[in-house]
């Protein structure tokens, strides 16, 4: 298990879902941890809970890394702290459900702006230090869906295609400096996330849903061990897999299929 006594993890997204799990995960491993999101309450509970069981410190940070340049405010925020990061969490993101031409353009600028430009700045800013000191690692949270087009997700889907490229290419090109990035790509998970997407479970994805917590520590320990990317659970990996043997316009009718409510 690795040894994180005195290193700092910042967890990004960490008001629920995955930042929760990446977030205690992390203080059992004895990391001292800064938690950034929009809503302050549910990370300021999970601060009290994990100094207390785990006697690490947590600096909660209540930001909206949707807005441009979040990524170089909080950057300089820690600066100001003389915390330096050494495992970044690039966990904030979400998704949004239904026909593409349906939604606002707007709120899927605006996911676009969270998934990728903001996740892409974080990465740079925190991965120049590692750098610099010769060490680090972090993890980018991307999406099964990343691995094919997926009508009702198309936006979404094409974010998280970007962060998997963007984090294997990182992958390759840091490991010489001592820094290790992998890439988790879950498929559908216990949390918030159909909540937000504005999609009600399909019996397709009740059927192949994995708890997030053990979803999260197969990321923790891809990036520990420098693995470019993972995807969780058989049922997933199966279906990568099938999709190498499949037309690229059958794998997107079956998605449409699959996902549609």
């Known amino acids: 298990m690795q040894d994180l006594n005195n290193k700092w993890a910042l967890v990004t997204g960490a008001s629920s879902g995955f930042g929760i799990d990446f977030a205690t995960l992390l203080a059992e491993r004895g990391a001292n ?51 330096a990061i050494d495992v970044l969490i690039n966990n904030a993101g979400y998704g949004l459900y239904g026909e593409f031409v349906d939604q606002p353009v707007a709120a899927t600028l605006n996911m676009l ?31 099964i869906v990343g691995y094919q087009a997926t009508p009702t997700y198309a936006a979404y889907s094409a974010s998280k295609a970007y962060v998997l490229l963007f984090g294997e290419a990182l992958n390759a090109e840091l490991a010489p400096h001592g820094v290790k990035v992998s890439v988790l790509s879950p498929g559908i998970t216990a949390t918030s996330f159909l ?26 320990k891809a990036m520990f061990a420098g693995k470019p990317s993972v995807v969780p659970g058989i049922a997933n990996q199966l279906t990568i897999f099938g999709n190498r043997l499949m037309p690229r316009k059958a794998q997107s009718q079956i998605a449409y299929r699959l996902m549609k409510n």
């Not at 937000?196 to 053990?214: D, E, F, I, K, N």
């Open 113 to 143: 702006q969270l998934n990728i430009m903001s996740l892409t700045e974080l990465t740079h800013v925190f991965a120049q230090d590692m750098v610099r000191r010769g060490a680090g690692h972090i993890l980018l949270v991307a999406s």
């Open 195 to 220: 909540a937000v997407s504005g999609q009600r479970a399909t019996p397709y994805q009740q059927l192949v849903m994995m708890q997030s917590r053990p979803v999260a520590a197969i990321g923790l």
């Open 33 to 83: 941890l800064v938690l950034a999101a929009r809503r302050t309450e549910p990370m300021e509970a999970l601060a009290s809970q994990l100094r207390q069981q785990h006697q690490v410190e947590v600096v909660v940070i209540g930001i909206d890394l949707a807005l441009p340049a979040a990524g170089l405010q909080l950057k300089a925020q820690l600066d100001a702290r003389q915390i």
